[in-house]
């Protein structure tokens, strides 16, 4: 599979035949996803949950180079937090009020339509827009700090480790023998 946005290091080899589920829940989701207001121990446990582990948290949160935020998810951390660079959190907080404006958006990292390394460069300067991007690095030379500075400067180590990463996450719980059903289209269910 190729990140079409990002540059030619980005592509990765999938598996295919996943068995998906028919139905959803947001309550059932929301049970088992971080929120974004998690700090560095709660991240960690919650992936160790899913047999993720320190590597697999900091690089696929680097998926985190596309994409946007609402302000309802971040506000707390930049009115209340200090580990932010007070520009950014003061530029952050024209476009997100104490008040109101949940659903403003705010791209990750300031090239949101391109799979790069500037959303982990921007961690290195206390740039991450949201508590738990930020967790991953303190500056205190722990080995999660470790692996934001080398994706920060080693793109081709983002790519890779990235990809294995990404596999490792889709080989969770699949469901099997009668259970769900392997859609033709990843984006909906089959219509049968
Ligand atoms: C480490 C824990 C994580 C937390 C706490 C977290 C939290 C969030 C939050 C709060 C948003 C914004 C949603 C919104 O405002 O509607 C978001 C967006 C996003 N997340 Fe995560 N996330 C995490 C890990 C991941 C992982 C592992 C991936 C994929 C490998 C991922 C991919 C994305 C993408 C692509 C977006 C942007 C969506 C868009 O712009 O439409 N995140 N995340």
């Known amino acids: 599979m190729k990140l079409v946005l990002g540059g030619n290091q980005y592509w990765y080899k999938v598996l295919l035949g996943r068995r998906d589920a028919r139905t959803a829940s947001k309550d059932a989701a929301n049970a088992n996803l971080p929120p974004p207001f998690f700090n560095f121990s709660q991240l960690i446990t919650n992936f160790q949950s899913h047999g993720l582990n320190l590597k697999d948290l900091v690089v696929l949160s680097g998926a985190h180079t596309i994409g946007f935020a ?11 937090d200090t580990n932010i660079d007070n520009d950014f959190a003061a530029n952050l907080r024209n476009t997100c009020p104490r008040i109101g404006g949940d659903t403003n958006l ?3 990292d300031s ?3 391109k799979v790069d390394t500037t959303y982990y460069k921007g961690l290195l300067y206390k740039k991450g827009l949201l508590q738990s991007d930020q ?10 700090d470790r692996y934001v500075k080398l994706y920060s400067k ?19 719980k699949p469901l099997t023998g009668r259970k769900g059903e392997i859609r033709c289209n990843c984006r909906k269910v089959n219509n049968y």
């Open 70 to 80: 609402k302000c309802s998810t971040f506000r707390d951390r930049i009115y209340n």
């Open 135 to 144: 967790e991953l690095y303190k500056g205190d030379g722990s080995q999660s």
């Open 154 to 172: 080693n793109s081709y180590a983002f790519a890779k480790d990235f990809g294995v990463s990404m596999i490792k996450m889709g080989n969770l």
């Open 106 to 108: 705010v791209p990750f």
């Open 111 to 113: 090239t949101p339509t």
